[in-house]
C-alpha cells in the first residue's frame, strides 16, 4: 500500500543544521510545496529551516539560514517540529518550546510566511502533581495520565496541530499529554488562559481523541501531520510508538475522525501504516524513527513527510482512495 521514496532532505556542512534536518511543516500553494524543517545545531539547539519544492520530490530553493530561530526564555534551547495550516488567509505554525528542561506547543501566525508573529505556549502548564490533583476522580483514564513528571516538574504538552478549518465556528487544533492525543476547540487563542485549561483537565475524558490501543501503538502516540479533509472524515496521520529491545520505535499511524465533532474516532488501521526499515530509518541521531508531520494532495496520491531517525527528512506515499478503503474496513465498533 506504500510506497518509500527515500530521503529527500539531508543535512548539509552549515552551523544551524549540521546534526540534522527532521519533522517538517509542509503546505502546497499555487503550484510550489512550502516545507518548514527542523534543523539542528551543535548541543541539540533547533531552530527552524526553509525549502521550497517544484513537485512532492524535488527542492527547487532551499535557503541557507533559518528562518525562525528561539526568542523567548520557553524556547531558548531550540523551535522544534512545526507543522502548518492556513485558515481563513492566515497561517498557523504550530512548533514545540524548548528551553532545556521544559516541552511545550507554541503557535506563530503569517499572512504572507514572510513575517511572523508568536504567540508564545498556547498549551496547558501543570506541574505533575497539579496534572494529578485536578484528573483526580476521573473514571477510565489510561494510568499513564496520572504518572508524568513528579512534584513540581512540569508535565510535557506538545504535538500542537491545528485544523485547517473552522469547525461549526470553532478554531480545532490537537495536542499531546502522554500516553494519547487530546483536542481542544476555543473561539480564538485568547481563550486558552489558565482556567480555560483546569476546566478541561477536570474532564479530560472528553476531550481524548485517540489512547494506545495497538501493540504499535503500546507505549504512547503522538499528532502527526494537520488533518485532512475527506468525505469519510477528518485522516489523521500520527505516530506511535512502542517499546523494543532496541529501545522505542516510532511508526506511521492512520484513523479517522467524525467531520463534524472531530473528538469522536470513526476508524483506525490495526496495524502501522508503516515503520522504520530503510537504513535513514533505522539509524541515525535516534534509531528507529519514522515521524510524520505533513502531507500534500496530488491527485489520489497522499504524500507523506517524514522525519527519519531522527537525522534526515523522507517522503512516502498512499493512494488516499486505497488508504480511506482500508479505514473504513476497520471502524470503530
Not at 507523506?304 to 498512499?318: L, Q, R, T
Request: with cysteine; net charge negative; glycine share 8%.
Amino acid at each position: 500500500m506504500i510506497h518509500k521514496h527515500g530521503l529527500i532532505l539531508k543535512k548539509r556542512d552549515i552551523d544551524f543544521e549540521i546534526e540534522g534536518v527532521l519533522n517538517p511543516a509542509v503546505i502546497a500553494e499555487n503550484g510550489d510545496i512550502h516545507m518548514i524543517y527542523r534543523a539542528v545545531a551543535h548541543g541539540n539547539h533547533s531552530t527552524l529551516g526553509y525549502c521550497r519544492l517544484s513537485n512532492p520530490l524535488t527542492i527547487a530553493e532551499r535557503y541557507d539560514y533559518p528562518i525562525i530561530v528561539p526568542e523567548y526564555n520557553n524556547e531558548k534551547y531550540g523551535v522544534e517540529d512545526p507543522r502548518i495550516v492556513k485558515i481563513d488567509g492566515e497561517y498557523f505554525l504550530s512548533y514545540c518550546g524548548y528551553d532545556g528542561e521544559n516541552a511545550f506547543g507554541c503557535v506563530a501566525t503569517s499572512t504572507d510566511m514572510k513575517s511572523w508573529k508568536k504567540h508564545g505556549i498556547i498549551v496547558p502548564q501543570f506541574t505533575g502533581d497539579e496534572l494529578r490533583s485536578l484528573l483526580k476522580g476521573q473514571q477510565d483514564l489510561n494510568i499513564k495520565y496520572f504518572q508524568p513528571s513528579t512534584g513540581s516538574s512540569y508535565v510535557w504538552d506538545k504535538n500542537v496541530i491545528f485544523f485547517p478549518r473552522r469547525i461549526n465556528g470553532k478554531l480545532y487544533f490537537l495536542h499531546r499529554i502522554r500516553p494519547g492525543i487530546q483536542i481542544a476547540a476555543i473561539d480564538s487563542l485568547s481563550d486558552l488562559k489558565l482556567q480555560f485549561w483546569r476546566d478541561y483537565m477536570t474532564d479530560l475524558n472528553h476531550h481524548i481523541v485517540l489512547d494506545p490501543k495497538y501493540p504499535h501503538e503500546l507505549s504512547y502516540l503522538g499528532n502527526g501531520a494537520p488533518p485532512i479533509e475527506t468525505a469519510h472524515g477528518w485522516l489523521m496521520i500520527y505516530h506511535g510508538v512502542h517499546d523494543t529491545i532496541n529501545g522505542y520505535m516510532y511508526v506511521a499511524c492512520a484513523a479517522l475522525l467524525d467531520l463534524e465533532d472531530p473528538r469522536k474516532e470513526v476508524a483506525r488501521l490495526p496495524y502501522p501504516l508503516f515503520v522504520p526499515d530503510q537504513p535513514w530509518e533505522l539509524k541515525g541521531y535516534v534509531n528507529y524513527v519514522c515521524f510524520p508531520t505533513g502531507t500534500v494532495l496530488v491527485g489520489d496520491e497522499l504524500y507523506i513527510y517524514y522525519g527519519a531517525a531522527d537525522e534526515g527528512i523522507a517522503c512516502a506515499s498512499v493512494s488516499l482512495e486505497t488508504l480511506l478503503a482500508e479505514l473504513l474496513a476497520n471502524k470503530v465498533r
